[in-house]
Structure formats: structure tokens, C-alpha cells
């Protein structure tokens, strides 16, 4: 009886699993190939001081966050930079909300997607000297001085 439910757990395990990773493969295909790494990163037109200043100009801060003088923590934008440059699939990692600071961090996280949302259209990535679309990892971070 143990062996029997042993096999159907581990059976159930794997159609789990499988049926996962086929669920990304499946949203992957329907955009094409997306690197992780590339051998020529997108860039951002301007390069790294223009993003800086791209991000402080179109990024607000929350006022109550600031009243609280709240840690954000790391904060991360990540996305896809398409073939032709453009920004889609936009998605925000943060450290756990509190009740104290989630609705100002709801807001930052909205301020962050609409700013990448709208960026100009970046170099795209390069494998083999053509372009190529990448899953690009943007930190944010936040100075109050």
C-alpha cells in the first residue's frame, strides 16, 4: 500500500512539474527567444548616467514614504528588451510589504512601471551580431539626501 501511494505521489509530483516549465515555454514562444545573457547588452540610449537620470526625472518617490523615512530595500525592475529596443513585460521585485509602508510602496512600484514603461527604445541586445530580444535586471535604488 506504501509503494502504491509512494508511485502516486511521485507520480503526481511529475505531471506538476512538467506541466509548469511548459507553461513558460508556451509564453516564451508566443514572443520568440529571450536571453538571459547576451554577448552585447541592451543599453539605454545615453548610456548608464543617461538611464540614472532618466529614472530620477520620471520616477516619483511617495510622499509617505518619505514621512516615514521608509527603507524600500532592494528594489529591482526587470523586463524584456526586444528586438527592436522596446520595453515590455515589466515586473518589480521588492522585499516583503509591511501594513505600514505597502500603500506607498504600491505606489513607488507603479511609478516604476510606468517610467520603464515609456523609456525610449534601447539598443537591443546582440548574439552572433544580430539583435536579439533580453530578460534585463534593472536595480533601483533610492538616496533620500
Not at 24 to 44: D, L
Not at 65 to 91: C, E, W, Y
Request: proline share 7%; glycine share 8%; hydrophobic share 40%.
Amino acid at each position: 500500500m506504501r509503494a502504491i501511494l509512494k508511485a502516486t505521489l511521485c507520480l503526481l509530483g511529475t505531471v506538476v512539474l512538467s506541466q509548469s516549465p511548459m507553461s513558460i515555454v508556451r509564453a516564451q514562444q508566443s514572443t520568440g527567444k529571450v536571453y538571459t545573457v547576451a554577448e552585447r547588452q541592451p543599453e539605454f540610449p545615453g548610456g548608464k548616467a543617461a538611464l540614472s537620470r532618466y529614472l530620477a526625472t520620471n520616477i516619483k518617490f511617495p510622499g509617505s514614504l518619505m514621512r516615514q523615512n521608509a527603507n524600500t530595500g532592494p528594489v529591482a525592475a526587470k523586463f524584456i528588451v526586444d528586438v527592436d529596443g522596446s520595453v515590455h513585460d515589466v515586473r518589480i521585485t521588492t522585499k516583503p510589504l509591511t501594513r505600514e509602508n505597502k500603500k506607498g510602496m504600491q505606489e513607488f512600484m507603479a511609478a516604476i512601471v510606468t517610467a520603464v514603461e515609456k523609456m525610449p527604445r534601447w539598443r537591443p541586445g546582440e548574439v552572433g551580431g544580430r539583435p536579439v530580444a533580453v530578460f534585463y535586471t534593472l536595480p533601483i535604488e533610492v538616496n533620500m539626501q
